[in-house]
C-alpha cells in the first residue's frame, strides 16, 4: 500500500464514520507515516511488518489516543508529538499480534494466514522485535515520564502473557485472574495511550488520571467483547475459528463465568480432555447459553459506563462526541 493510498483509506474511512471526522488530517498522516516505519534495509523484515499492518486492524489505538489528544485541548503545536505516539502505540499492539501468534500457534490473523502460518516463528519473531524497536526510536524524544508510561506497558504485556499461559486449561482459575490478565494485556496500552495523550495536550494531573482510568476501562470493556465473540463467531467476522481461544485453553470471559455457575462445565474443563468433536461442540454450546452471554455482555457495559463518565468530564466538543461512539462501540459490536 503507497503513502497515497495510506491517506485515501484513511479519508475514506474518516469521512464515512461519525468517529474519524474531526481528526481526518491527523489519521491520513499517522497512516502515512506508520507505513514508512514498517520498511527495513532487510526485505524480509518489511514484507512481514507490510504484512500485518497492511492486511487490516482498525487502528483502534490511533483513533483513540489522538481524539483523547484532541478533547483534552490539544492544539497543533504538538499535534506530531500526539501523531508519534498514537503510532509508536499501534507498533506496539502489532509487535504483540506477531509474538502471539508464534506463542500460540495462531494460523489466522484478521481473516487470512497468519505471518507466523506464512513466513515460520523465527522470521515473525524477528519482526515484532523490529516493531518494538520502531516504537522506542518514536518514543525516545519524549519527555523521560512519557517514555516510562510506554515502557511501563510493554512491562505488563510481557506480565499478562506470562500469567495467560499459566492459567491455561486450568479450571480453577476465577474472575480475579481473568482481570488481571486483561488489565496487563489489553487494558495497559489503552491506559498508556490515554495518559500520554492528555499529558501532551497539556492537560492538568487530574485530567490526566481521568484519561488513563479511561483507557483502562476501555480496554477491559473491548477484550470482554472480544472474548464473547470468540465463541459466538460468525468466523468471517471475527477474522479466526471461531472457539480459538477456547481450543487453546485460554481462560475468557465466558469460560471463567461458566466455571463459576456451570459444574458440567467444570468437569469437561477440569479432567484433562482434550477439546474437539463432541466435548468442543459441548463447551461452545454451554458457554452459549444466553444468561451466561448476558451476564459478560453487562460486566462489560459497567466499564463501558465508568468510561462514559470519566469521559463527560471533559468540556464538550467534537472531540468528545466522537470519543463517546467510540466508547459505546464497544458494548454495542454485534453479539
Known amino acids: 500500500m503507497s503513502e497515497s493510498q495510506a491517506a485515501v ?27 514508512r516505519l514498517l520498511d527495513s534495509n532487510e526485505a524480509l523484515i518489511g514484507e512481514i511488518c507490510h504484512y500485518l499492518v497492511d492486511g487490516g486492524g482498525k487502528r483502534l489505538r490511533p483513533l483513540f489516543i489522538l481524539l483523547i ?43 487470512k494466514p497468519s505471518a507466523y502460518a506464512r513466513y515460520g516463528s523465527a522470521a515473525s519473531l524477528v519482526a515484532g522485535d523490529y516493531l518494538f524497536c520502531r516504537a522506542f526510536e518514536l518514543c525516545g524524544r519524549f519527555e523521560e515520564r512519557l517514555v516510562h508510561t510506554a515502557a511501563r506497558a510493554c512491562v505488563q ?42 499529558d501532551l495536550a497539556g492537560a492538568g494531573t487530574e485530567t490526566i488520571g481521568d484519561m488513563e482510568r479511561l483507557g483502562h476501562a476501555v480496554g477491559l470493556a473491548f477484550q470482554m467483547v472480544d472474548d464473547l465473540l470468540d465463541i459466538l463467531g460468525p468466523e468471517e467476522k471475527i477474522g479466526k475459528p471461531v472457539g480459538s481461544d477456547l481450543r487453546l485453553g485460554i481462560m475468557s470471559l465466558p469460560v471463567v463465568l461458566g466455571l463459576r455457575s456451570n459444574p458440567e462445565l467444570r468437569t469437561l474443563l477440569g479432567n484433562g480432555n482434550c477439546l474437539e468433536g463432541q466435548i468442543f461442540d459441548r463447551v461452545l454450546r454451554l ?18 459506563a465508568a468510561a462514559r463518565e470519566l469521559l463527560m468530564r471533559l468540556p464538550p466538543s467534537v472531540y468528545r ?14 453479539l
Open 321 to 334: 462526541d466522537s470519543l463517546a461512539i467510540l466508547i459505546d462501540e464497544q458494548i454495542n459490536r454485534d
Open 69 to 111: 489528544y484532541r478533547a483534552c485541548g490539544g492544539n497543533d503545536a504538538k499535534i506530531e508529538d500526539a501523531i508519534d505516539a498514537a503510532i509508536a502505540l499501534e507498533l506496539i499492539h502489532s509487535a504483540t499480534l506477531l509474538h502471539d501468534d508464534i506463542i500460540d500457534g495462531g494460523m489466522l490473523r484478521r481473516g
Open 9 to 35: 483509506r484513511w479519508g475514506a474511512v474518516a469521512e464515512s464514520s461519525s468517529i474519524g471526522a474531526p481528526i481526518r488530517a491527523e489519521l491520513c498522516a499517522a497512516e502515512e507515516k506508520l507505513l
Open 157 to 198: 504485556l510481557t506480565e499478562g502473557e506470562v500469567m495467560e499461559g499459566r492459567t491455561r486449561n486450568r479450571a480453577t482459575a476465577n474472575l480475579d485472574d481473568y482481570i488481571a490478565i486483561i488489565t496487563r494485556k489489553t487494558a495497559s496500552l489503552f491506559a498508556a495511550g490515554g495518559k500520554v495523550a492528555a
Open 287 to 304: 458457554l452459549r447459553e444466553p444468561q451466561l452471554i448476558a451476564l459478560g455482555r453487562a460486566m462489560a457495559a459497567q466499564h463501558v
